[in-house]
């Protein structure tokens, strides 16, 4: 049960439950501070709101990715870009939250099998990171697959292009990432 003490704060025991924002004690618990390291209750500054943080300490406590053979995203929809340009277009987007390695697969082929090549490649953010792939008049898809390391909520994506002149149409299907999470937290050696 609570009770009124000092005619400010509600207190359980020695536990401060409301603040007097008048109090320059700045805190939510009394002197007494409870939980330890990541697990402590933040004390409110002298205006009585939570101190800013900046989210360093919980850097060690992310998921990493390693790649694997688990399906985790797909976007498995055909799609295509127009042919008679050389400039790479993005076709494809998933976002991972979480840093690590995973793999990516899809399917890339030459929609109209011409004798023009049409090219794709694996970028994260914008930026091209994949082994760019050169298909020429092949009307058969073939599976890709490559290992790519992100950090947390980078864009993977897939770009893709056809030649000048061309009537070559570059098309994608099953862009996919697979991946198993560990928790680098969970444990070290300290001696071997």
Avoid: C
């Avoid at 800013?52 to 295509?80: F, Q």
């Amino acid at each position: 049960m609570a009770n009124r003490n000092s005619g400010n704060p509600w207190v359980i025991g020695e536990k401060l439950l409301a603040a007097d924002l008048n109090d320059t004690r700045d805190g939510l618990v009394s002197q007494t501070e409870i939980g330890v390291g990541v697990n402590k209750i933040p004390r409110l500054d002298s205006s009585g709101k939570l101190p800013s943080m900046d989210g360093s300490a919980l850097t060690s406590m992310l998921i990493s990715l390693i790649a694997s053979d688990n399906l985790k995203y797909s976007a498995d929809t055909e799609g295509t870009v127009g042919a008679n340009s050389n400039t790479y277009q993005i076709k494809k987007q998933i976002t991972v939250r979480n840093k690590g390695t995973v793999r990516v697969k899809y399917d890339f082929k030459n929609g109209t099998g011409t004798t023009y090549h049409v090219y794709g490649r694996i970028y994260v953010n914008g930026v091209a990171v994949g082994i760019e792939r050169n298909v020429f008049g092949n009307t058969n898809y073939t599976t890709y697959s490559e290992d790519i390391t992100i950090n947390a909520y980078d864009l993977v994506q897939f770009y893709m292009h056809g030649e000048v002149g061309a009537s070559d149409q570059p098309t994608v299907r099953n862009f996919r990432i697979y991946y198993d999470k560990t928790n680098p937290a969970d444990g070290t050696v300290d001696m071997n």
